[in-house]
């Protein structure tokens, strides 16, 4: 069992619509929990950074952690067309910067 | 804040040259850099971890003697892909943690460096 499963997708989504991607782990010591956005032919840029269980938002985008269920989502409100990206969830444990990363899910907003 | 620049952007060359990739974190010092492989379609992979003033720590399956790796400051780390074949290339991306104290830190990336080897 991989560390981090998550989707590949594609996603496809109607502009305005509410896109939401998730990501589950198998590592309890995963504390902390990212978002990247990745353009492609660029580097990811870091979206949502949370630690432990909950909610938290940022605009049109909010994060939720659910570590009894070893389960972390991305919500994108009023989705855009320049939301069109590929979004890769990433965690980490307390003391380590290593990441581990889900494969990624391409999110394609149609105009 | 939070920039990390990455030079060349692209790079072509021919078949058993050296090429080196300089990554920067332009704003803040990072005591730790990664370096990072991608393949179309497909997740990062962790090529190394380096550490400022030590030895980077490799991934398993990883040449250390191919992939040089050299942070000589808080601010640069470089990745020399020596004797490249066409199958070294890729798109190669850094990461840069900020140096503060306890927990884990989120890494910033570079834009990237697309390697192709003739």
């Known amino acids: 069992q991989k560390e981090v499963e998550q989707d590949p997708g594609p996603l496809s989504v109607p502009e305005g619509a509410i896109v939401s991607l998730n990501c589950t782990y198998s590592?309890?010591?995963?504390?902390?929990f990212m978002w990247y956005r990745q353009y492609s032919r660029k580097g990811p840029e870091l979206l949502m950074y949370?630690?432990?269980?909950g909610n938290k938002e940022d605009g049109r985008f909010t994060a939720q952690v659910d570590k009894s269920s070893k389960y972390i989502s991305l919500f994108i409100r009023d989705s855009q067309p320049s939301d069109s990206a590929t979004y890769l969830c990433?965690?980490?444990?307390?003391?380590?910067?290593?990441?581990?990363f889900g494969k990624g899910n391409q999110v394609v907003v149609i105009p | 804040g939070a920039v990390v620049s990455q030079h060349p952007s692209r790079v072509i060359c021919k078949s058993g040259t050296s090429v080196k990739i300089e990554c920067r974190s332009l704003?803040?010092?990072?005591?730790?850099m990664f370096w990072y492989r991608q393949f179309p379609k497909q997740s990062l992979m962790l090529m190394a971890t380096?550490?400022?003033?030590?030895?980077?720590?490799?991934e398993q399956g990883v040449e250390k003697d191919k992939f040089l790796i050299n942070h000589a400051s808080l601010t640069l780390s470089t990745l020399t892909v020596t004797s490249a074949h066409p199958e070294d290339s890729s798109f190669y991306i850094c990461?840069?943690?900020?140096?503060?104290?306890?927990?884990?830190?989120?890494?910033?990336f570079g834009p990237g460096t697309r390697l192709t080897v003739l």
């Open positions: 380096s550490n400022e003033g030590s030895k980077a720590t490799y």
């Open positions: 949370t630690y432990s269980s």
């Open positions: 590592n309890s010591a995963f504390q902390y």
């Open positions: 704003d803040f010092q990072a005591t730790t």
């Open positions: 990433a965690m980490s444990p307390r003391g380590n910067n290593r990441l581990a």
């Open positions: 990461s840069a943690s900020p140096q503060t104290s306890g927990g884990a830190r989120a890494q910033f």
